[in-house]
């Protein structure tokens, strides 16, 4: 079917036009998803400190309690020299 060149021009820059808009659009998400993949990394390395921070927190609550212990237990004996003197 011939459509005559002012039809076929119109054609071809509808053609254009929606190949323009994909191409605009694809190039939107392109971007989109490399912001998502940067804040993404981001998150990852901001668990990973708090990670590591919680496991010094917990190495430091351990020592405490460790000190604690040995106190008690030094009271517990200095206690117990004082009811047997």
């Not at 011939?2 to 036009?17: D, F, M, W």
């Not at 940067?38 to 400190?49: E, F, G, N, P, T």
């Given at each position: 079917?011939?459509?005559?060149?002012?039809?076929?021009?119109?054609?071809?820059?509808?053609?254009?036009?929606?190949?323009?808009?994909?191409?605009n659009s694809t190039r939107g998400t392109a971007?989109?998803?490399?912001?998502?993949?940067?804040?993404?990394?981001?998150?990852?390395?901001?668990?990973?400190?708090?990670?590591?921070?919680?496991?010094?927190?917990?190495?430091?609550?351990?020592?405490?309690?460790?000190?604690?212990?040995?106190?008690?237990?030094?009271?517990?004996?200095?206690?117990?020299?004082?009811?047997?003197?």
């Amino acid at each position: 079917m011939n459509l005559g060149p002012v039809a076929e021009n119109s054609t071809i820059g509808n053609h254009r036009t929606i190949a323009y808009e994909i191409a605009n659009s694809t190039r939107g998400t392109a971007q989109e998803t490399a912001q998502v993949s940067r804040s993404a990394k981001a998150l990852v390395q901001a668990i990973k400190v708090a990670c590591e921070s919680m496991s010094d927190v917990l190495k430091v609550a351990s020592n405490l309690s460790n000190e604690a212990n040995r106190i008690s237990a030094a009271v517990d004996g200095f206690m117990n020299e004082l009811h047997s003197a």
